[in-house]
């Protein structure tokens, strides 16, 4: 059978099997404090969450203009020797490559299914997150707006802030969530918390005693859906409802990064 992976992936790939896990790994992220908004701030959690989980080193590189440094436009992205590699699940793959997983003892079928969990968190998750943000006016307007121009000079701050909402909103329209109105979020919000509720079963972490990428995932999200300060709590209160889900956001937090999460 031929393979379809193209030459230069295979020549890194086999590069970074070679190469340790240096000790100066740099992620790379907006300022947490005056600008990273709820999105980005979920997806640069859940990498920091998934390095602590394969006890790997980095240190944390806030950069006003990381969206603009990365190779996919997106944040996080880390710098680990000669490889610059952007958002969780090619980070994933590349820490793989180094003979480092959180996933050996899956099977096919399991890894298939918590894929497919990922990707459930990123289409309901990641789109209400961005929906709030940059659809719902007074989020928009309070939050949104101030924090996204906070590190740029007139009228640059404008500007890019304008830029990033047209980004933004063609992704919902082609996502299909622009015309949803907020109820309609908050629905699916539940729903995605209903069926990862499902999905855990009262288990410590989704695939049993172990955590994955996908607890790294969702702990980046519903963390940082219960702590991001919003003109109305409503989002952070469907999660609530799901107590099961918030005692693996207080495991992960209290295993991974020795804290307490407030409820």
Same mark, same amino acid.
């Given at each position: 059978?031929?393979?379809?992976?193209?030459?230069?992936?295979?020549?890194?790939?086999?590069?970074?099997?070679?190469?340790?896990?240096?000790?100066?790994?740099?992620?790379?992220?907006?300022?947490?404090?005056?600008?990273?908004?709820?999105?980005?701030?979920?997806?640069?959690?859940?990498?920091?969450?998934?390095?602590?989980?394969?006890?790997?080193?980095?240190?944390?590189?806030?950069?006003?203009?990381?969206?603009?440094?990365?190779?996919?436009?997106?944040?996080?992205?880390?710098?680990?020797?000669?490889?610059?590699?952007?958002?969780? @699940?090619?980070?994933? &793959?590349? !820490?793989?490559?180094?003979?480092?997983? %959180? $996933?050996?003892?899956? #099977? =096919?079928?399991?890894?298939?299914?918590?894929?497919?969990?990922?990707?459930?968190?990123?289409?309901?998750?990641?789109?209400?997150?961005?929906?709030?943000?940059?659809?719902?006016?007074?989020?928009?307007?309070?939050?949104?707006?101030?924090?996204?121009?906070?590190?740029?000079?007139?009228?640059?701050?404008?500007?890019?802030?304008?830029?990033?909402?047209?980004?933004?909103?063609?992704?919902?329209?082609?996502?299909?969530?622009?015309?949803?109105?907020? @109820?309609?979020?908050? &629905?699916? !919000?539940?729903?995605?918390?209903?069926? %990862? $509720?499902?999905?855990? #079963? =009262?288990?410590?972490?989704?695939?049993?005693?172990?955590?994955?990428?996908?607890?790294?995932?969702?702990?980046?999200?519903?963390?940082?859906?219960?702590?991001?300060?919003?003109?109305?709590?409503?989002?952070?209160?469907?999660?609530?409802?799901?107590?099961?889900?918030?005692?693996?956001?207080?495991?992960?937090?209290?295993?991974?990064?020795?804290?307490?999460?407030?409820?």
């Amino acid at each position: 059978m031929t393979s379809h992976v193209p030459l230069m992936d295979k020549i890194q790939m086999e590069l970074g099997v070679l190469e340790p896990w240096p000790k100066d790994v740099k992620l790379y992220q907006p300022y947490e404090v005056e600008q990273i908004l709820l999105p980005d701030n979920a997806n640069c959690l859940a990498v920091q969450a998934f390095l602590r989980m394969c006890n790997l080193e980095f240190e944390v590189v806030s950069k006003a203009n990381a969206e603009f440094m990365s190779p996919s436009g997106k944040v996080p992205f880390i710098k680990c020797g000669a490889f610059v590699i952007s958002e969780l @699940e090619p980070i994933v &793959q590349f !820490v793989n490559t180094k003979g480092i997983t %959180l $996933t050996a003892n899956m #099977e =096919g079928d399991q890894k298939s299914d918590m894929r497919a969990y990922m990707s459930l968190v990123h289409n309901v998750l990641e789109n209400a997150e961005l929906y709030i943000c940059w659809c719902d006016k007074e989020t928009y307007n309070e939050v949104t707006k101030p924090r996204n121009g906070s590190v740029y000079p007139w009228p640059l701050n404008h500007i890019q802030t304008w830029s990033k909402k047209s980004t933004v909103l063609k992704k919902l329209k082609m996502m299909g969530w622009f015309n949803k109105n907020i @109820e309609q979020v908050y &629905q699916e !919000v539940e729903n995605c918390c209903q069926a %990862l $509720t499902d999905r855990l #079963e =009262g288990k410590e972490f989704f695939f049993g005693q172990s955590p994955t990428e996908l607890d790294a995932l969702i702990f980046g999200h519903l963390f940082t859906i219960l702590t991001t300060p919003l003109p109305n709590s409503n989002i952070a209160n469907i999660v609530r409802n799901f107590p099961s889900l918030i005692d693996l956001v207080q495991r992960v937090e209290e295993d991974y990064f020795k804290k307490k999460v407030k409820q």
